[in-house]
């Protein structure tokens, strides 16, 4: 991606015609609740908090100029009127079946936009449970040809299309978490994958195919789940080929949320820290399908990265080189969607001596992600219009595991993240990007 090859500001296209949604995963509670949200929103019956796009604002200019319009006023996104919803699933039951499934949702949320919901069926599924092991749908396709799951998936988004009368999509991975893998040969190249897709190899996870589906059609992907899946350079190099963005990985909701809110400011006051430990109660299919060993290795990966990029102990060894971090999830059918993260934190301050930080955070899965996948979606689909392909580091502020270049390593301060964000969105219109120096202030007399 050049940057002469990027529209900027009046070249950038603006976003006509309705913009289709896809998401494997469509009847799981993240899923259920984002589309429901969305449509209770535009019918003027709930508020899109959370949202960064809808509720955000950017600043422009220097402080004394008051210029802070709103995200969705300052850069050209779809409209939330424009968002068209389909997708697949290993069960059968409709976005309302499944919506009061996932007891999310309160019924005078559901009810009033039943027939809407009721309306949204489900295509089959590509499933292969040895990726999931504690989830055995029906609604799947049949077989284990793996390119014709590809080729097949293409043809349910070429006539998802055409139904809807769509020219743009961006597809969303909200299905499961699948069993950690990790990156050999058939990963390398994009020829190296397809042969590998051709033979049926084993490591070819229902993830890849999905995104392979997608790049192949020219359509964005975003990976909501640890899976490995786009984080390869195959898949990389695909997606540069067909100019398509990709982003990911891991939806940044509940626990981790906290801790890239927590751990820079830490590490900002030069806190050090004896250890961090981290655990969870979880009652949804998530929390069903982390209950499987492997699946959990793919989420522990991912939530296990964090500090140790944000605090750096190979720069401040004195406070962060021997820190100890434990994650653990544990299923508990009762609390359903309703999670609670509960963290012990043991720091030391000035000449040693130990404090202890304690959190609580009950928190709602499904309501935390629903704004993000709104977000990802609409700049996504931004990112498609103005020409920039491959990874798109700029979305790392939703993700647990951003995807970055393979010689950077990742950002996952949240503040710098947002900052990360908002300057692209400053560049890609044309605006001065804000670093906060402020010193000009008082050297050269500009407020005055």
């Excluded at 039943?114 to 292969?128: E, Q, T």
């Excluded at 899976?227 to 626990?255: R, S, Y």
């Excluded at 250890?275 to 299919?285: F, K, P, Q, V």
């Amino acid at each position: 991606m050049k940057e002469e090859s990027l529209k900027r500001k009046d070249r950038i296209k603006t976003p006509e015609g309705r913009l289709g949604v896809l998401i494997p995963g469509i009847g799981g509670a993240v899923s259920t609740t984002f589309i429901a949200g969305v449509e209770l929103v535009r019918r003027g019956l709930g508020e899109p908090v959370g949202s960064l796009t809808q509720l955000g604002t950017i600043r422009l200019g220097k402080r004394f100029e008051h210029r802070s319009p709103k995200i969705r006023e300052f850069v050209p996104l779809a409209s939330l009127d424009d968002l068209v919803f389909g997708g697949w699933d290993l069960y059968e039951a409709n976005c309302y079946e499944a919506a009061n499934y996932a007891r999310v949702l309160k019924r005078e949320h559901v009810e009033p936009i039943r027939d809407f919901l009721g309306g949204i069926v489900p295509m089959k599924a590509v499933f292969d449970r040895r990726f999931v092991r504690n989830l055995d749908g029906t609604h799947v396709k049949e077989g284990q040809d793996l390119r014709r799951h590809v080729d097949s998936l293409k043809e349910d988004i070429h006539r998802f299309k055409k139904e809807n009368g769509l020219e743009r999509c961006v597809m969303i991975w909200c299905g499961s978490t699948e069993i950690h893998l990790t990156p050999e040969a058939i990963h390398q190249s994009p020829d190296a994958l397809q042969d590998a897709v051709e033979s049926n190899h084993e490591k070819i996870a229902p993830s890849m195919l999905y995104a392979l589906a997608a790049l192949e059609s020219g359509i964005p992907f975003i990976n909501g789940a640890p899976n490995l899946t786009i984080d390869i350079p195959a898949m990389v190099e695909l997606a540069k080929q067909m100019n398509v963005p990709i982003a990911g990985k891991d939806f940044k909701t509940g626990q981790t949320l906290m801790k890239t809110i927590l751990a820079p400011g830490l590490k900002s006051r030069m806190l050090g820290l004896e250890g961090w430990y981290s655990t969870n109660i979880l009652g949804n299919r998530d929390g069903l399908v982390l209950d499987d060993k492997d699946s959990f290795k793919t989420k522990e990966e991912s939530k296990l990265s964090v500090l140790e990029y944000i605090l750096q102990p190979h720069l401040y060894p004195t406070l962060y080189k021997n820190y100890y971090h434990k994650v653990t999830i544990n299923y508990y059918p009762p609390r359903g969607d309703n999670k609670e993260g509960w963290d012990c934190i043991d720091i030391f301050g000035w000449l040693g001596y130990p404090m202890q930080i304690k959190l609580d955070f009950l928190c709602r899965d499904s309501i935390l992600a629903a704004p993000l996948i709104l977000d990802l979606v609409l700049l996504t689909d931004l990112a498609q219009r103005v020409g920039m392909s491959g990874i798109q580091e700029w979305l790392s502020f939703f993700f647990k595991s951003p995807m970055h270049k393979e010689n950077l390593y990742p950002e996952h301060d949240i503040f710098i993240q947002l900052m990360k964000l908002k300057n692209t969105l400053r560049y890609l219109m044309g605006e001065e990007q804000i670093t906060h120096f402020g010193l000009d202030y008082y050297m050269n007399g500009e407020a005055e």
